[in-house]
């Protein structure tokens, strides 16, 4: 197991390098003049110009300045912005509102989606099987801007469930209406996910085996069909949740939550590159980690995997 995940791991280092040099690329290769973007309107003399220039690398070729940007990561430094904010620092306050908006969007994903599923499994042709299919179908079809303002109106201002914005109210309440709609997407793609392989899994023959030895209908769907059944479920819930993450930008501006997402989106309208790349190479940092607790978790929900 632990050669399977140093290996896992070696196998994350070019992946990470080049997921951060793509990123950076494209957020310094954009046109426009960051320092300019300062004052605005107004001019900046040269020689200040060039002094900022000189202090933020600009000058350098692409290449040289992602080795001094990496060179700084390895120290744990994520840089500075344009006014000489640190980027963690900037950031710090922020990540404990998008962790915990995406941890509510992915367990409202993982309850009610898997329940959703194994139910539709269990009635595969029926009247529930076709609701599933037919409400999860709608769910992706709908934009989630367009979700989100019709929950934030309906559900927080005529009914008044949850609170329609802000984070007054602490976790878990402000974070619940917003979760609902950030993992909207998510949920109807476990929920398809668990009622294909459910009803697939349900045919096979070492199902029939357990049926024809005694067993209950529920000992056979919970411990054998169901565990089976989880592993391409597992497997996008790993992945959705770094998705979950990186993907908060339109929903923390409907909700107005002080997260990384609406700092990002601040970021790109003022050409503020540094905090940008910041915020997304951990970001990537924290998909890399919670695939490889995805590839372990597999081991454990069917023991014919070896990591070998």
């Known amino acids: 197991m632990w050669r399977y995940v140093l290996r896992r791991l070696l ?5 990470f390098i080049g997921t951060t040099l793509l990123i950076y690329v494209m957020v310094f290769a954009l046109p426009g003049d960051p320092i300019q973007a300062l004052a605005g309107d107004k001019p900046i003399p ?3 110009q060039r002094t900022l220039r000189e202090r933020y690398n ?3 070729p692409l290449l040289v300045q992602y080795g001094k ?3 700084g990561l390895l120290q744990g430094d994520l840089g500075e912005n344009y006014t000489g904010q640190k980027v963690s620092e900037m950031l710090s306050g922020r990540w404990g509102v998008t962790i915990q908006l995406a941890l509510t969007a992915w367990i409202f994903e993982l ?3 898997i329940g959703l599923g194994v139910w539709a499994g269990l009635r595969r042709g029926k009247l529930a099987d076709t ?3 037919g409400g999860t179908t709608l769910m992706i079809a709908v934009p989630v801007f367009v979700l989100g303002y019709t929950a934030q109106i309906l559900l927080g201002v005529h009914w008044q469930i949850f609170p329609t914005a802000g984070t007054d109210d602490g976790w878990p309440l402000s974070y619940l209406l917003p979760g609902m709609v950030l993992g909207s997407l998510g949920l109807s793609y476990v929920a398809r996910l668990t009622r294909t392989s459910l009803a697939e899994n349900l045919r096979a023959d070492y199902v029939r085996t357990a049926r024809a030895k005694g067993l209950t209908r529920t000992r056979v769907v919970v411990r054998h069909t169901l565990r089976n059944s989880l592993i391409p479920v597992v497997t996008y819930l790993g992945v959705d949740f770094g998705v979950l993450m990186g993907g908060a930008i339109v929903t923390e501006g409907i909700f107005n939550l002080p997260g990384i997402g609406q700092q990002v989106f601040q970021s790109i309208q003022l050409k503020e590159g540094p905090v940008v790349v910041g915020a997304v ?3 990537v940092l924290i998909f890399l980690l919670v695939n490889l607790i995805v590839d372990v978790l597999y081991g454990v929900l069917d023991p014919r995997i070896r990591y070998e």
């Open 11 to 15: 196998q994350s280092i070019p992946v």
């Open 46 to 48: 040269e020689s200040v």
């Open 58 to 60: 600009l000058d350098d």
């Open 69 to 71: 940007y990496m060179l």
């Open 111 to 113: 309850l009610v989606g």
């Open 131 to 133: 609701l599933v299919l």
């Open 281 to 283: 190479t951990v970001l």
